[in-house]
């Protein structure tokens, strides 16, 4: 299980990580969300041992994961901007990881080869954005890590391969319960893959939760009725066109449902929400709104 409790990390006065708590189950596919700035990429160097909390704990397992070698031989990570030796070929990189990590899997190594449509004696510096990115997980799923942290996993790559890189994850994540925790702007991909979710915004952790629960709390509701809503509700957003009333509700489906099924209304409809919705809307505030500019 990985833990973070009450994490903190300034650089030069700015807080980039604010008293953050965080909980993974193992085995999970944990979806960690948020705009720009809030904070995923210094969580996630954290979570891989990069950086020391300035106060707090990060953990992994009970274990803290900063200069602490017998945790990272169990994590990989792929981050955002991948690094790799310069003059370094794919098969160089392959003898670098087995010499790091002790159950590096060269069986695997050779099979994954056919998923892979990449020289291994290739320079990786003359690699695209979207080949290393592949050559990366390549990499990466040979270590057989316990805990796979990514960062804009599949950013860069074309459908096909995507959809290649996802199946691998999710395969690995069944059949060997290897804990996943994916930052990514992509939330209509998350929402296909991910069991929980958790938001951040300015440093802080908003809210986490498993995804199933996150999209029951949420309802949209579209709705034509002359009567006024019941003051019981909680209303995130409202918007009307002609005659239909859109409503983002917060509360549990059944019970708003029933609520407003006793204002007898003339229709309504209660509607899933993405998880792109449920992320601009527990955001909230006038910060996150869309703005209308005149150019």
């Not at 960062?151 to 459908?159: A, H, K, S, T």
């Not at 003339?266 to 005149?294: H, R």
Request: hydrophobic content about 40%; some cysteine; glycine content about 6%.
């Amino acid at each position: 299980m990985i833990t973070v409790h009450q994490a903190v990390k300034q650089f030069d006065g700015f807080r980039a990580l604010d008293q953050v708590d965080l909980t993974v189950p193992n085995g999970a596919i944990y979806g960690l969300v948020g705009p720009n700035g809030a904070g995923k990429t210094t969580l996630l160097r954290h979570l891989t041992g990069v950086l020391r909390p300035d106060s707090g704990q990060v953990h992994i397992d009970g274990a803290p994961v900063y200069e602490c070698m017998d945790t990272k031989s169990r994590i990989a990570s792929i981050p955002d901007d991948i690094y790799y030796h310069p003059q370094a070929t794919i098969q160089d990189m392959m003898r670098y990881y087995r010499g790091l990590y002790p159950r590096f899997d060269i069986e695997l190594y050779q099979k994954l080869g056919d998923a892979f449509n990449l020289d291994p004696r290739q320079a990786m510096r003359r690699l695209s954005k979207g080949m290393l990115k592949q050559a990366a997980f390549w990499l990466a799923l040979c270590i057989r890590p316990d805990y796979l942290f990514l960062d804009e996993p599949v950013d860069g790559l074309d459908p096909v391969m995507r959809r290649q890189l996802w199946s691998l994850i999710l395969d690995d994540a069944a059949q060997r319960g290897t804990t996943v925790l994916v930052s990514s702007h992509n939330l209509r991909e998350l929402e296909d893959v991910c069991d929980h979710v958790g938001i951040m915004d300015r440093g802080k952790m908003l809210l986490e939760r498993p995804l199933s629960e996150l999209q029951e709390n949420i309802v949209k509701v579209q709705l034509v009725s002359d009567r006024p809503l019941p003051p019981s509700l909680t209303v995130l957003h409202q918007s009307t066109v002609g005659r239909v009333q859109t409503l983002i509700l917060r509360g549990n489906a059944q019970e708003i449902s029933d609520r407003i099924a006793a204002t007898l209304p003339i229709f309504y409809d209660l509607l899933p929400l993405s998880l792109e919705e449920i992320f601009i809307y527990e955001l909230g505030g006038v910060d996150y709104a869309v703005k209308s500019i005149v150019l």
